[in-house]
């Protein structure tokens, strides 16, 4: 009995030395994901794709963004107010008959600006097919772009029924102005009363 206290004196002193061995051996809990390792979800931009038929009477310009695509179906009347127009960053298809052409006229009284294809919309494959455009001070503008045209009819626009700038490389089958400007009082420039003005490096592809 008397060697006791040195046992546990002993023993003691050797808990003190392998417990710090033992809490090592343990092992860690999974380690928390840093932020970076994260993998953050993915994003598309969706293309958003509008139809109209039948009357569409718009109450300003309309945007067909980057991204998007109107289609407009054969019959269709399309309504502008005055000095408006309709500004092409995507696609615009218009899918007029020779039997039932689709028609862009004014809403009110005072002529729209027409259609306006921004260079956003080079190669996205616009396509105007039997289209008449009235009451416009702007038949169809191209900047930059490249969209194909069959069968566009521009009657009596105030100033150019198509106008072509920044290096427009349009294709223009079947281009009919029927008389430009006769409304018009007469202006201190030369830019009214004409039918195709191709300007700034513009090549367009013209077939009657």
Same mark, same amino acid.
Request: hydrophobic share 40%; charged share 5%.
């Given at each position: 009995m008397k060697?006791?206290?040195? *046992?546990?004196?002993?023993?003691?002193?050797?808990?003190?030395?392998v +417990?710090? +061995? +033992? +809490?090592?051996?343990v092992p860690a809990g999974p380690d928390v994901l840093e932020s970076d390792d994260v993998d953050e979800p993915q994003f598309t931009q969706a293309r958003a794709?509008?139809?109209?038929?039948?009357?569409?009477?718009? *109450?300003?310009?309309? *945007?067909?963004? =980057?991204?998007?695509? =109107?289609?407009?179906?054969?019959? *269709?009347?399309?309504?502008?107010p005055a000095n408006e127009r309709i500004v092409v960053d995507g696609r615009l298809t218009v899918l007029g008959t020779e039997t039932c052409p689709v028609l862009l006229e004014a809403s009110e009284l005072g002529d729209h600006?027409?259609?306006?294809f921004n260079s956003s919309s080079a190669g996205r494959g616009s396509l105007i097919q039997n289209l008449t455009i009235e009451d416009a001070i702007?038949? =169809?503008? =191209?900047?930059?772009?490249?969209?194909v045209m069959e069968n566009l009819t521009v009657v009596n626009p105030d100033r150019v029924a198509v106008d072509l700038f920044q290096s427009a490389t349009p294709r223009i089958t079947d281009l009919f102005v029927d008389q430009a400007g006769r409304e018009l009082p007469f202006q201190n420039d030369w830019r009214y009363g004409l039918g195709l003005s191709i300007g700034a490096g513009s090549t367009p592809i013209v077939n009657r």
């Open positions: 060697h006791a206290p040195s *046992t546990r004196t002993a023993l003691s002193l050797v808990l003190l030395f +417990l710090p +061995l +033992l +809490l090592h051996m794709q509008t139809t109209w038929s039948g009357t569409q009477t718009l *109450t300003g310009s309309y *945007t067909i963004g =980057v991204a998007d695509e =109107v289609i407009i179906q054969p019959c *269709t009347v399309v309504q502008l600006e027409g259609i306006q702007y038949g =169809v503008t =191209v900047y930059g772009s490249n969209p």
